[in-house]
């Protein structure tokens, strides 16, 4: 069984910044692609951020280039996504998420997600 369990979200002003971070178990955390997924309700789930599980490769959309950032700590088996210039849109309940780079890259899906962390951004 995988684990992963996301923390850091809250309620941020627009222009803020905030650091998320998701802590696996249960698998060779070194082996796998992680990713960062976003979903409002009503809305489709759309993907954040991808990082290779070396990472030495990241992905991250057009839409939030410049702004989030993905990392992540093998010796600690846990991935992080740092939020700056939050903008009201970005409000969504945020989740981890473990597979292949391109699985993630592209939003096809994962093979495990955590719970996800509410993030919401006031105007």
């Known amino acids: 069984q995988v684990q992963l369990v996301e923390s850091g979200g809250g309620l941020v002003q627009t222009g803020g910044s905030l650091r998320l971070s998701c802590a696996a178990s249960?698998?060779?955390?070194?082996?796998?692609?992680m990713g960062w997924f976003r979903q409002a309700p009503g809305k489709e789930r759309d993907v954040v951020a991808t990082i290779s599980p070396s990472g030495s490769t990241t992905y991250v959309p057009d839409s939030m280039k410049g702004r989030f950032t993905i990392s992540r700590d093998n010796a600690k088996s846990t991935v992080y996504l740092q939020m700056n210039s939050l903008k009201p849109e970005d409000t969504a309940v945020y989740y981890c998420?473990?597979?292949?780079?391109?699985?993630?890259?592209?939003?096809?899906?994962?093979?495990?997600w955590g719970q996800g962390t509410q993030v919401t951004v006031s105007s």
């Open positions: 998420a473990t597979g292949t780079f391109t699985q993630l890259r592209r939003g096809l899906g994962a093979d495990y």
């Open positions: 249960g698998r060779t955390f070194s082996s796998y692609a």
